[in-house]
């Protein structure tokens, strides 16, 4: 029987605006800091944590304008690398990872601006509503899903997949 006791550890900050939303967590995004949240969590006696891919740390892909992304269809190998790392930390302590493929803020104000799919941005979608309701938009994410399957589901630190986090608030 497995129990899980954990954090909702997304990503290593609470900074994904520039807005320090709860100050005690690290102010700079560093695979360092994951460690040390991971290895508290372990020392605590947690076994369980949600790990986001978000556009802000370690998404697969994104906006070809942010930062070492390349758009719909290039995978930010940097950031498969980060995740690699981190279920290599979570294995080796013997914490299991809910693993969300996408964060619900892409479909916000902040993130929609840039998103890859966003029609002003190259893409095909008029608004964020339309990601759920346009067919074009099933082939690029089923991509992204298969390599993120095929990459990181043998991690014995998977412990189970979400397609997107909070959906209630999209």
Known sequence: FFYPIGWNIAFPS????????????????????????????????GNCIRLWQSTW???LEWNERDDNYGGIGHYNLKNAWITDQVLETCGRL????????QNHTRYFREEWARHPLRRRNGGFLYGPYDYWRDERAVAPTRRELAYA????????????WDFVSEVDNI
């Open 14 to 45: 609470d900074t994904p605006y520039g807005v320090a939303y709860l100050p005690y967590l690290p102010r700079e995004q560093s695979l360092a800091s994951m460690r040390k949240m991971l290895e508290d969590l372990a020392a605590s006696g």
């Open 57 to 59: 740390w370690n998404a």
């Open 149 to 160: 399957i095929a990459r990181f589901a043998d991690s014995p630190a998977c412990l189970s």
């Open 94 to 101: 013997g914490i299991h990872a809910l693993f969300t493929m």
